[in-house]
């Protein structure tokens, strides 16, 4: 039997008709092999399909071609929207006003762009009258609990199939070799193949690496996986400098320098700024992360990221932080934002707790406007200068030079104050050693 005569004659249970008709179904639909096979896979299941695909950064997709290849597969309706600017303005530079990292290092790349997708695949799917969306996240992940999640906070009467999950699909798919063979058999074009080492996820923040050759965690991986931005070794021995300002910690203008750090451009439009970013950010070098993650299912995974933009833009915005925030607040700060990159990594966008975190900085950031100075070379992106209306240094008390508005005096009855409680630990420590001698 030939793998076509194995698919093709292969008998799908149908679902249940709705008042007569066939149910409809929105689908997250990227094009690639997963999703269309998915997408073929539903439509011989009984579905009247929907595909929507969201225009988030992705450079090789080309949007008119993967809503053609959906209608000649089948989908009844295909959707395809750019959301570049609002995910942008309403999502990236929302969440890195709070300086969230998750676990301290990843920037939140696919986490961040998941609740919009959703968030417009809920909207599509009220216009069309559709009673169930599905993607085509695997039950190994994070994206399945982010879009899921996101589905019942917009919509809590909307029903979700995911095949991955579903055991007939489970059955006939055992890996990447069987959606290969499928697609041969429907006459599906992909342009993914066996030998493909590695998997990726691609949006206007970033760009993830994830298994094949990046499972096995003791090996360095090859210099071509970063593949949208040079390494550090391919940048130019040359240095950049750009000011970057922010309005309550959010970015709104860029200034690219040149000799004598001149101003030779400046960018004030969001999307502008952060494709400008990327850009300076990737022939510099900057923002490559390699690194082991506690997914939120509970396995470990490693993934290799670049990040260009997001990296500078975290840089010079705790920077700006430093000038501005005061003490406390930056304390309360560096322990909220490990709340916001947790909820956004594990799918909490539309929970409850979500935007009272958000309330915290939105107070907090008020004061957070100003410039920050940054030098790139070769992976390197550091602050050198910044300024603010709202800095709270002052030179004549901090320097070491002049006597200023501070009576060094004061701090020695501060100390005695701070000694009290390390004195009375200290003697009741002494006592019971002196105590635990004289026994022996």
Same mark, same amino acid.
């Given at each position: 039997?030939?793998?076509?005569?194995?698919?093709?004659?292969?008998?799908?249970?149908?679902?249940?008709?709705?008042?007569?008709?066939?149910?409809?179904?929105?689908?997250?639909?990227?094009?690639?092999?997963?999703?269309?096979?998915?997408?073929?896979?539903?439509?011989?299941?009984?579905?009247?399909?929907?595909?929507?695909?969201?225009?988030?950064?992705?450079?090789?997709?080309?949007?008119?071609?993967?809503?053609?290849?959906?209608?000649?597969?089948?989908?009844?309706?295909?959707?395809?929207?750019?959301?570049?600017?609002?995910?942008?303005?309403?999502?990236?530079?929302? /969440?890195?006003?709070?300086?969230?990292?998750?676990?301290?290092?990843?920037?939140?790349?696919?986490?961040?762009?998941?609740?919009?997708?959703?968030?417009?695949?809920?909207?599509?799917?009220?216009?069309?009258?559709?009673?169930?969306?599905?993607?085509?996240?695997?039950?190994?992940?994070?994206?399945?609990?982010?879009?899921?999640?996101?589905?019942?906070?917009?919509?809590?009467?909307?029903?979700?199939?995911?095949?991955?999950?579903?055991?007939?699909?489970?059955?006939?798919?055992?890996?990447?070799?069987?959606?290969?063979?499928?697609?041969?058999?429907?006459?599906?074009?992909?342009?993914?193949?066996?030998?493909?080492?590695?998997?990726?996820?691609?949006?206007?923040?970033?760009?993830?690496?994830?298994?094949?050759?990046?499972?096995?965690?003791?090996?360095?991986?090859?210099?071509?996986?970063?593949?949208?931005?040079?390494?550090?070794?391919?940048?130019?021995?040359?240095?950049?400098?750009?000011?970057?300002?922010?309005?309550?910690?959010?970015?709104?203008?860029?200034?690219?320098?040149? /000799?004598?750090?001149?101003?030779?451009?400046?960018?004030?439009?969001?999307?502008?700024?952060?494709?400008?970013?990327?850009?300076?950010?990737?022939?510099?070098?900057?923002?490559?992360?390699?690194?082991?993650?506690?997914?939120?299912?509970?396995?470990?995974?490693?993934?290799?990221?670049?990040?260009?933009?997001?990296?500078?833009?975290?840089?010079?915005?705790?920077?700006?932080?430093?000038?501005?925030?005061?003490?406390?607040?930056?304390?309360?700060?560096?322990?909220?934002?490990?709340?916001?990159?947790?909820?956004?990594?594990?799918?909490?966008?539309?929970?409850?707790?979500?935007?009272?975190?958000?309330?915290?900085?939105?107070?907090?950031?008020?004061?957070?406007?100003?410039?920050?100075?940054?030098?790139?070379?070769?992976?390197?992106?550091?602050?050198?200068?910044?300024?603010?209306?709202?800095?709270?240094?002052?030179?004549?008390?901090?320097?070491?030079?002049?006597?200023?508005?501070?009576?060094?005096?004061?701090?020695?009855?501060?100390?005695?104050?701070?000694?009290?409680?390390?004195?009375?630990?200290?003697?009741?420590?002494?006592?019971?050693?002196?105590?635990?001698?004289?026994?022996?």
């Amino acid at each position: 039997m030939s793998l076509k005569n194995k698919f093709s004659n292969m008998k799908f249970v149908q679902v249940p008709l709705i008042n007569g008709k066939k149910p409809k179904i929105v689908l997250a639909y990227s094009g690639g092999l997963d999703t269309s096979t998915i997408l073929k896979w539903l439509i011989l299941k009984g579905y009247d399909v929907i595909t929507f695909t969201a225009d988030i950064g992705q450079i090789d997709d080309d949007l008119k071609k993967i809503e053609l290849k959906a209608k000649k597969m089948g989908a009844i309706a295909t959707y395809s929207i750019d959301v570049k600017k609002e995910f942008v303005t309403d999502y990236i530079f929302t /969440v890195f006003k709070t300086g969230a990292k998750y676990e301290n290092s990843y920037l939140l790349g696919t986490s961040i762009a998941r609740p919009l997708i959703a968030k417009k695949q809920i909207e599509i799917a009220l216009k069309e009258g559709a009673q169930f969306v599905s993607h085509g996240c695997t039950g190994k992940g994070n994206d399945q609990v982010r879009f899921e999640l996101s589905y019942l906070a917009l919509n809590p009467n909307i029903k979700i199939f995911v095949p991955w999950k579903d055991t007939e699909f489970l059955n006939t798919f055992e890996g990447r070799a069987d959606l290969l063979q499928f697609a041969e058999a429907y006459n599906i074009p992909v342009s993914q193949t066996i030998k493909q080492p590695w998997s990726e996820d691609e949006n206007l923040l970033h760009i993830s690496h994830e298994a094949g050759i990046i499972e096995d965690v003791e090996k360095e991986v090859p210099d071509s996986v970063y593949n949208r931005s040079n390494t550090p070794q391919k940048a130019p021995d040359k240095t950049s400098y750009i000011n970057l300002h922010f309005i309550s910690g959010v970015p709104a203008k860029l200034e690219i320098l040149g /000799v004598n750090k001149k101003i030779v451009s400046t960018i004030i439009d969001p999307l502008k700024i952060f494709i400008e970013l990327n850009k300076i950010g990737a022939l510099n070098g900057i923002g490559h992360l390699d690194m082991v993650e506690n997914r939120f299912v509970g396995m470990k995974s490693r993934g290799i990221y670049e990040t260009p933009a997001g990296t500078i833009i975290s840089i010079a915005h705790h920077d700006l932080e430093g000038l501005t925030l005061d003490r406390e607040v930056m304390n309360l700060s560096l322990h909220l934002n490990q709340e916001v990159a947790k909820a956004i990594y594990n799918g909490m966008w539309y929970a409850p707790e979500f935007p009272a975190l958000m309330g915290f900085f939105d107070v907090a950031q008020k004061n957070v406007t100003g410039w920050v100075q940054l030098k790139l070379y070769k992976g390197n992106c550091y602050p050198v200068a910044r300024g603010s209306e709202y800095s709270l240094y002052s030179n004549s008390v901090a320097s070491m030079d002049i006597a200023g508005g501070y009576n060094q005096q004061d701090a020695i009855g501060f100390i005695k104050l701070q000694a009290i409680r390390i004195l009375a630990n200290s003697k009741v420590n002494h006592i019971a050693l002196s105590q635990k001698k004289l026994k022996k």
